[in-house]
């Protein structure tokens, strides 16, 4: 086993970030480690920078200061295109699939800048559905799924190019208890079997139970 | 899922709108390849007049614009055919007559000699061509005999005069078929123009140098102060029509450019707008700015090509449209060149990837972060 292996998967140290403006001080000195096979719930009040951590750890944002590495390789002089479609999954509270298209082609989205041939990403696509419980509605635009279902396909399209990390801004927020109980158990089921790492901002009480660890911030630091 | 299905997608997506577009487009398209067409088709049938019946020099009063208002004394022809270097000299007179009754309201009416250099080039379909020693004969191209209705041995009235056709002609250029033809000397009493003609068309000794030729030209202008002559093709060039038939076709291709990228700038623009949120999602799932491009490239490419398609179509059907009227066909080719068509493709290709590519550059250079607040 390699160090990187070994050691946290994804590690944050001292992450500063201040909006251009210079009136928002969204993090200040945040570091945390997500291990390899973990979750962990980032919960906090509205504004308290959950979401721009989750930006900078998924390689969407910089920080003005600290360092973020993935796999012992700082995100600095990594390619943030590749590490994005290759390393990470991203999971939305508005789901954010693309209306035009059937859950399965929306699937196949990621996979244009995944190492898949043409010909292989209808059948991955269609194994990832399945995975979710969704290969019944494969054909059905999201305009004709329930949001629960919505959250399912999103979830088949952050696996596609099969990342090592998830990352979800309130996945289950607009979803209804029984949704959002499915969705949590089929992120817990998915984190075991494919041994992903998962990390999720949430103000709900009962998602961040669901994680194997809770991190607090107020106010852009961790408490 | 293929990137191409993405494309086609994403514009059926929003169908009046990208329906609009290809229609705006089609228009712009089809009035370049028409009118480019129609130029290019008078460049040609002028070129064939010439060069079928072995023209190489085209003398005519100096200074004039258009063919049908010079003015040269006849006589000039046995000084021309002194000059060394000219092998033939053939005299014309050209002018318009109108048939009211087959609403033709301006047809070519030639009068040449019937043993003359111009007689070449042209086949008798039916009946003879001209004789020496005919007067008050004619014979009709075939698209005038088709408009007026004429066969040989029937009478036709040219300027309230009644003619006989003799023969029906067809000519590899378009004006002589849409035209007529009388014996010279008829045609100068009619229009009272006796011992005069319009131009001078003379055979080279040497046609294939074309600096000879030109030298030739330069030398009977020095000797004959007063008359321009003027290698064919420079002169089919220098016409006036062919230049205003050009200058139209440019100008329009100029509007159709601006109208037609300004109509795809517009349809993309508002299109990344709207689509900022998704946008913003590709991006954070990991598409490259340069995919984003593609992406939206390709959506306007895909409307230029459906556009610049459509846009030939309807050129086509336009000139037929144009050729129901009967003056039109004398001088419209129907048959559009491969160059204009190719011309109005080009075009159409290259204003879709204009149009598109500032949105195109706008949607990649996108933020994610700040294209995902925007949702």
Redesign the interface.
């Known amino acids: 086993m390699t160090s990187a292996a070994i050691g946290p998967i994804l590690k944050a140290t001292d992450l500063e970030r201040i909006y251009p403006d210079g009136q928002v001080h969204a993090l200040r000195g945040v570091s945390i480690e997500l291990a390899h096979g973990e979750s962990i719930a980032i919960t906090g009040p509205s504004g308290c920078g959950k979401s721009t951590l989750l930006q900078i750890l998924g390689g969407l944002d910089r920080p003005d200061r600290g360092e973020v590495s993935f796999r012992g390789e700082s995100l600095q002089s990594m390619d943030l295109d590749r590490f994005r479609a290759r390393e990470v999954g991203f999971v939305f509270q508005s789901f954010h699939l693309v209306g035009t298209l059937s859950a399965i082609e929306n699937v196949q989205i990621p996979m244009f800048e995944g190492p898949w041939p043409r010909a292989d990403r209808e059948r991955r696509a269609d194994r990832l559905l399945d995975e979710v419980g969704m290969g019944h509605r494969r054909a059905h635009r999201p305009s004709r799924l329930s949001v629960g279902e919505r959250q399912r396909v999103a979830i088949a399209r952050a696996l596609a190019n099969d990342p090592a990390l998830l990352l979800a801004d309130e996945p289950t927020g607009n979803l209804d208890s029984r949704n959002q109980a499915d969705v949590l158990d089929l992120l817990d089921r998915l984190r075991k079997e494919r041994g992903l790492s998962l990390l999720m901002v949430t103000h709900s009480a009962e998602v961040a139970s669901s994680a194997d660890r809770e991190v607090r911030l107020r106010d852009g630091r961790l408490v | ?3 191409s ?2 494309i086609v ?2 514009l ?2 929003r169908p009046m709108r990208s329906l609009l577009t290809v229609v705006g487009l089609a228009i712009g398209i089809g009035a370049v390849v028409a009118l480019m067409g129609i130029a290019k088709g008078f460049e040609r049938s002028f070129v064939a007049l010439y060069e079928s019946k072995g023209i190489d020099l085209v003398a005519v009063r100096g200074g004039i614009s258009n063919q049908l208002s010079s003015n040269l004394d006849a006589a000039l022809a046995d000084r021309l055919r002194s000059i060394p270097g000219v092998s033939r000299v053939a005299r014309s007179l050209v002018d318009t007559v109108a048939f009211e009754e087959a609403n033709l309201v301006s047809v070519l009416i030639n009068g040449w000699e019937p043993d003359g250099l111009l007689m070449g080039g042209l086949r008798v379909t039916e009946g003879r061509p001209l004789r020496m020693g005919d007067e008050r004969t004619a014979m009709l191209g075939r698209v005038l005999a088709k408009n007026l209705g004429k066969t040989a041995g029937q009478t036709v009235d040219v300027a309230g005069e009644p003619f006989q056709v003799i023969g029906v002609f067809e000519s590899p250029s378009l004006f002589e078929d849409g035209g007529l033809i009388v014996p010279l000397s008829t045609l100068q009493k009619l229009m009272g123009r006796e011992g005069q003609v319009t131009a001078f068309l003379l055979a080279a000794n040497r046609p294939e140098d074309s600096e000879a030729v030109g030298a030739l030209g330069r030398e009977i202008e020095a000797m004959i102060p007063g008359v321009a002559a003027v290698p064919a093709r420079d002169y089919v060039e220098r016409d006036l029509q062919i230049r205003l038939a050009r200058a139209m076709a440019w100008t329009t291709s100029l509007i159709a450019l601006v109208i037609g990228s300004v109509g795809i700038l517009n349809t993309m623009a508002t299109a990344v707008y709207e689509r900022t ?2 946008i913003g ?9 340069s ?1 984003v491009l593609k992406l939206i490239l390709g959506e306007s490419l895909m409307l230029g090509v459906v556009g610049s398609i459509a846009g030939v179509a309807l050129s086509f059907v336009g000139v037929r449209l144009l050729l129901l009227a009967p003056t039109a066909r004398s001088f419209i080719d129907p048959n559009l060149p491969l160059g204009a068509v190719a011309g109005g493709l080009g075009l159409g290709l290259s204003l879709s990837l204009l149009g598109g590519l500032y949105p195109a550059i706008r949607a990649a250079a996108m933020d ?2 700040e294209a ?1 607040r925007h ?1």
């Open positions: 899922m293929r990137f299905t993405l997608k994403n059926f997506n949120g998704e999602v590709l991006r954070a799932i990991g598409w490259r700015r995919r994610p972060t995902l949702d």
